[in-house]
């Protein structure tokens, strides 16, 4: 994926609309802006990121903004964890 994003396509790609919203409510903090991130990043390259340095930085601070979670939360979002598995299955049902 790309790194560099211009503000106007960081509008375009990774707003959440508001069924991602409502998908995103149960959750908080670090949970909260992974689910978002996968959910967006999937929704881009059809598949999912492999660590969290795949996704774009500014990426991370704009869904963090959208979400409203620290976006230094992010390095708190376990890799290894069942949540992650639950949320990609989440995110392949939609």
Known sequence: MRQDWEPEDLIEVWTLLEDDMKRVRNKSGATRLGFALLLKFFEVEARFPE????????????????????????????????????????????
Do not use: N
């Open 51 to 94: 660590s969290a340095q795949e996704v774009p930085t500014a990426a991370v601070e704009y869904v963090a903004q959208q979400v409203k979670v620290p976006a230094e939360a992010w390095a708190d979002y376990d890799w290894q964890s069942k949540a992650i598995q639950r949320h990609q299955g989440e995110i392949r049902a939609v």
